[in-house]
């Protein structure tokens, strides 16, 4: 069974930062996709970014683009989502998920097999 357990959110300023991370039980992580995706209140659940399982290709949305990195540690079956120049529209809870099957369609939740609990980020301005 993969679990996945988000942490790192937390209250920021804005144009602050926070690093959040996602702890993956399993062997076979180093195989997986991951996702990060994100949901507003009163808004649907978004897509963030996703990074390839060798970590050689990462993907953004375009609200993120340049102010947010993806990266993995596969020794360590963690995933980090490095959020900088935080916005107010950036609050949200945060997920997690995990691709075993590594799709193109990396945008798209209904690909994720594997979700995490959620972590909140709020951005006071």
């Known amino acids: 069974q993969v679990q996945l357990v988000e942490s790192g959110g937390g209250l920021v300023q804005a144009g602050g930062s926070l690093r959040l991370s996602c702890a993956v039980s399993g062997r076979t992580f180093s195989r997986y996709a991951m996702g990060w995706f994100r949901q507003a209140p009163g808004k649907e659940r978004e897509f963030v970014a996703a990074?390839?399982?060798?970590?050689?290709?990462?993907y953004y949305a375009d609200s993120v683009k340049g102010r947010f990195t993806v990266s993995r540690d596969n020794t360590k079956n963690s995933v980090y989502l490095h959020m900088n120049r935080l916005k107010p529209e950036d609050t949200a809870v945060y997920y997690c998920a995990a691709d075993p099957s590594g799709t193109p369609k990396f945008w798209a939740e209904g690909e994720y097999d594997y979700w995490g609990q959620g972590t909140q980020v709020t951005v006071s301005s």
């Open positions: 990074i390839s399982w060798s970590g050689g290709n990462t």
